[in-house]
């Protein structure tokens, strides 16, 4: 019994490396959902990015395989045609995205690195997808401000994916439910955020992880609380929270 305990722990433990690809408390299980039914239909494009991807130094904060699966279900069964990404790092969602969209679809997707886009562009590009995406360096806020200002960019979007400075979703939220349409959906992504949710303050945790914990929490808190939303969390991934406006 204690053996069996101690190698469950071990593989908990283990899992939690990463975290930021499932939060599912059995490796195999999750192993066994890439295997049976992520990898096997995996569009090539994504396999190369995310290949790619694996031998950056921050790859832990690309969008994983099952996440990418996901989206671009998701994004078919709502018909999206226009669509925003804050957040790009080497675009393996941006590309998910791309792919599911129709060809006179639209993705504006904004990161303040362009390097990073610039790794993934590439695959983009020889993917034939590359003319859907309005790439903005810089800042989402200040972009964000200027498109809230224009009231005919208001209700025009049938998803937008938030996965950048997690400090700042609160914000984006402020803004973006203007820009989404009625009846179409937000995605924030790691709602989870490693699983510090829910676990108790004086927890051990990484820095990054405790400081970011607050603001996840306090998005989490405001999304459940905000009347024009419907919510939804998923444990997919860090935790994806898919909110669809309703008024
Ligand atoms: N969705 C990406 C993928 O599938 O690989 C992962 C995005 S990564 C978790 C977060 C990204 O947000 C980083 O590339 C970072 O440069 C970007 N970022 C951070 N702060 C930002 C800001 N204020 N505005 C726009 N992008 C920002
Ligand atoms: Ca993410």
Known sequence: MAENGAA???QVAKHQEVGHKSLLQSDALYQYILETSVYPREPEPMKELRELTAKHPWN???????????LSMLLKLINAKNTMEIG??????LLATALALPHDGKILAMDINRENYEIGLPVIQKAGVAHKIDFR???????????????????????IFVDADKDNYINYHKRIIELVKVGGVIGYDNTLWNGSVAAPPDAPMRKYVRYY???????????????????????????ITLCRRIS
Not at 145 to 156: A, C, F, I, R, S
């Open 88 to 93: 790009v790092y080497t675009g393996y969602s």
């Open 60 to 70: 832990l904060m690309t969008t994983s395989a099952d996440e990418g699966q996901f």
């Open 213 to 239: 914990r607050d603001f996840v929490l306090e998005l989490n808190k405001a999304l459940a609380a905000d009347p024009r939303i419907e919510i939804c969390m998923l444990p997919v991934g860090d935790g």
């Open 8 to 10: 469950q722990e071990n």
């Open 137 to 159: 360096e810089g800042p989402a806020l200040p972009v964000l401000d200027l498109m809230v200002e224009d009231k005919n960019n208001h209700g025009t979007y049938d998803f």
